[in-house]
């Protein structure tokens, strides 16, 4: 009869082993177990760190994403302040005019009557 025991890769001890497909190494049933259940713990915290590396890229990406808007409305602000600013002068220039040539005018009028009350006076 054959001897088919081989030494497991934890205990060292001869024993019928079963071979770990990702390590290549020869494992007793009970250290097997030991050895997936380490296996899928580490998984676990890959998969674990796997998702917080995501969402930090994602996090990232919405925080450009905000970065960007923000500066095009910072953009438009500046714009439209400037807009604002540029037609808040041309009324004001307007509003001068407007005021001396009524001044002006209140001017004539009140020239042409003290040249009539002068007349006036002139006749008594």
């Not at 997936?36 to 994403?65: A, D, G, M, S, V």
Request: with cysteine; net charge positive.
């Amino acid at each position: 009869m054959a001897n088919n025991k081989i030494q497991c890769f934890i205990c060292n001890e001869e024993k019928i082993t079963y071979p770990c497909k990702g390590c290549a190494e020869e494992f007793c049933l009970k250290d097997l177990a030991k050895h997936k259940e380490i296996l899928n713990e580490e998984l676990y915290h890959i998969t674990n760190e796997y998702n917080e590396f995501k969402q930090t890229i994602n996090e990232q990406k919405q925080n450009l994403r905000i970065h960007s808007l923000i500066k095009q409305i910072d953009k438009w602000e500046i714009k439209s302040i400037e807009k604002i600013q540029q037609k808040a002068q041309e009324y004001r220039e307007i509003l001068i005019k407007s005021s001396q040539t009524c001044i002006n005018a209140f001017e004539m009028k009140f020239k042409d009557l003290n040249e009539h009350i002068k007349q006036f006076q002139k006749r008594k």
